[in-house]
């Protein structure tokens, strides 16, 4: 992910609207993560209809409040705005905390052929090799919400051990994301293990004679 953007000046979305534009800044950015590249413009009605829930998602997933820890998840909007004026009205529905191309920069048009983006909005979610992780996750994000992050983590392979959602604190103590998994895992495997050792309990009392008394 970091090559496809080396040698581009990312923008935060931030008062200052600070920019990324070294080589450090940027991999320190993007390195070991996943990247949502979010092509939409403000003249789309569409568009406004999901920046809500987009702005929500994310949020959720990288706020102080509802996690411990961020996520490994970062949100580049793609702009195909037709001023820059209009470019500027609906970075203020998006997130603080996400990226974005300068209206002058000409990778915003490259991008959006690279990905044949046809229709808005649309969320290109990539793995931090830069391989397509899916080509359009805005119907995911709307049905699923911020729980389609653990889809996505998985399918990227991504470990972060420390990322964790505020609501999954037991008595103060941190868990990760695959403890849910090892719960229903282990519980699984004790009631085999309970079912496996009466059957063997049965089959031992078969073979007795029917007991002490038998």
């Known amino acids: 992910m970091v090559d496809l953007f080396l040698g581009k ?16 800044e940027i991999i320190l950015r993007l390195q070991n993560r996943i990247l949502m590249l979010f092509f939409g413009s403000g003249e789309c009605e ?21 996690v411990e820890r961020s996520a490994q998840l970062v949100l580049l909007y793609i702009s195909l705005d037709s001023s820059e004026e209009q470019l500027e009205k609906f970075l203020k529905e998006l997130p603080k905390r996400c990226l974005f191309l300068a209206y002058e920069d000409p990778y915003r048009k490259e ?25 359009d996750a805005v119907s995911e994000i709307c049905t699923l919400g911020s ?17 964790m959602m505020n609501e999954e604190f037991d008595e103060g103590k941190m868990r990760s994301l695959t403890d849910p998994i090892r719960r229903v895992k282990y519980k699984v495997e004790d009631k085999k293990k309970k079912k496996k050792k009466k059957d063997e309990d049965g089959e031992e009392d078969g073979n007795d004679g029917g007991g002490p008394w038998g």
Request: overall charge negative; glycine content about 2%.
């Open 9 to 24: 000046v990312l923008v935060k979305n931030n008062k200052d609207k600070d920019e990324l534009d070294t080589e450090r």
């Open 111 to 135: 991008l959006s052929e690279m990905f044949e983006v046809q229709d808005l909005p649309r969320v290109v979610v990539l793995r931090p090799d830069c391989s397509v992780l899916l080509l």
């Open 46 to 66: 569409k568009c406004q209809d999901f920046a809500p829930t987009l702005k929500d998602f994310y949020k959720k997933l990288t706020d102080e409040f509802y």
């Open 147 to 163: 729980d389609c992050y653990r889809n996505w983590q998985e399918g990227a392979e991504l470990i972060d051990r420390n990322f």
